[in-house]
């Protein structure tokens, strides 16, 4: 969630069409509060599938996500916790992130960009209003320069202009996609997977029509997969390159053909949890078979219609805010730590630390409803999760839309 004024960066973006399955993207408009609050759960339009369970301040908030629309009818809360949250998941410590394509054995620094951590979010930025005047909207001019660039097949000099807008607008996810795309058509999968890594950590991918859009027509993409396709079946090993073709597969719409490369990428890249995420959501456990592959520029397979959200309400006994005033301290065993202040004012700081990193903190308001905190960030963005105390010194709290294995937070005083 975000504050008021945000919007995510594809609105300032003419071309733009939607994210993948065919649906905008963006916040989901959460229903009306349960409890008769400003904070309050309800069943919302879903940012990237049918709707589903959210939750909202004064009516915002994020259906869908850990609910029940998503990509092929399958949830997007398998792990993806962080789409919809901004990276205020990760900007809080709460979730760790490692993007095991980036530098290293990948060589090199990305063209100066650092991709170690994911796409930055700036809440505080309202986006330009879309619109053909690209005087009015200077990073849309730049990318429109590098598709130009990118449509007569000189991918040099996309490439050039795209690095160039990144350093002055770092946070506009849509040029950091388009620049994996253009590392895509230049047969570059280790640094086209470490942009890409870093974009989906925060949001899903573009779906076909918006990325068609930007070629001459469709046979040049066509051939620039299949090149992508030979390569990994001559390099079997290379988890970078399977990474790639399944986000052009998920973008194309083969659901089952982009799980398997992820099964590959998860046997072979360990520590990509993301990869794993994108796997659980496209083939949950317990469910069948998804789409079958096609050729690009056919329309994706037909979706099964979604079935009617259930009741989803947050189980565990209300908590006293009472209980909650004061300071709590938690730590992980990768020595990450945790120190969250909670005033009578309804204020907080929240202090984190990690192995070789900076001490970092924000502030801002938090609010109780049941036994769901939410802490709302001063400059943007929240971070909510489920409070279950442990007698009247400890307590744990577990964000909610996080992966299924995350245990939580185990605060004491």
């Not at 599938?49 to 998503?70: K, P, S, T, W």
């Not at 388009?178 to 991918?205: C, E, I, N, W």
């Not at 796997?279 to 069948?288: E, R």
């Not at 204020?347 to 308001?365: H, V």
Request: aromatic share 14%; hydrophobic share 35%.
């Amino acid at each position: 969630m975000a504050n008021s004024s945000y919007r995510p960066s594809f609105q300032n973006h003419s071309f733009y069409h939607g994210y993948w399955n065919g649906n905008w993207g963006g916040l989901g408009y959460g229903g009306y509060g349960r409890f008769g609050g400003p904070f309050g759960y309800g069943y919302g339009f879903g940012p990237w599938g049918y709707g589903g369970y959210g939750m909202g301040f004064g009516g915002l908030g994020f259906g869908g996500l850990g609910g029940y629309g998503g990509y092929f009818g399958y949830p997007l809360g398998w792990g993806l916790g962080a789409w919809g949250l901004g990276s205020l998941m990760y900007g809080s410590g709460y979730l760790g992130y490692s993007n095991p394509y980036y530098g290293g054995g990948g060589g090199g620094s990305f063209g100066g960009y650092n991709y170690s951590q994911p796409i930055p979010v700036d809440y505080g930025a309202q986006a330009a209003a879309v619109t053909t005047d690209t005087s009015q909207n200077p990073a849309d001019a730049m990318l429109n320069d590098a598709i130009a660039a990118f449509k007569q097949g000189d991918y040099d000099a996309a490439l050039d202009i795209v690095n160039r807008a990144i350093t002055q607008y770092p946070s506009d996810a849509v040029l950091h996609e388009f620049r994996a795309l253009v590392l895509f058509a230049k047969a570059d999968y280790q640094q086209a997977a470490a942009t890409l890594h870093s974009v989906l950590a925060v949001g899903p991918g573009w779906d076909w029509t918006t990325l068609s859009t930007l070629y001459p027509n469709v046979s040049v993409y066509t051939d620039q997969l299949r090149a992508l396709e030979a390569f990994v079946r001559s390099h079997p090993q290379d988890g970078a390159a399977r990474f790639v073709l399944a986000y052009h597969y998920i973008t194309l719409g083969h659901a089952d053909a982009a799980a398997r490369q992820l099964s590959q990428v998860v046997q072979l890249v360990s520590n990509d949890k993301l990869a794993n995420s994108l796997l659980m959501m496209l083939k949950p456990p317990s469910q069948g078979q998804g789409a079958q592959p096609g050729q690009p520029g056919q329309p994706a397979a037909e979706q099964p219609t979604p079935r009617p959200p259930e009741e989803a309400t947050p189980t565990g006994p209300a908590v006293d805010p009472a209980k909650l005033v004061g300071s709590w301290k938690a730590a992980r065993e990768d020595g990450s730590k945790f120190e969250l202040t909670l005033a009578n004012d309804s204020t907080f700081t929240w202090k984190f630390s990690q192995a070789k990193q900076k001490p970092q903190e924000f502030s801002g308001k938090y609010t109780l409803e049941g036994n769901v905190l939410a802490l709302e960030r001063k400059d943007g963005g929240s971070l909510v999760g489920q409070v279950s105390f442990d007698g009247d010194k400890k307590f744990k709290f577990k964000a909610v839309g996080g992966p299924p294995e995350d245990p939580g937070l185990d605060f004491a005083r």
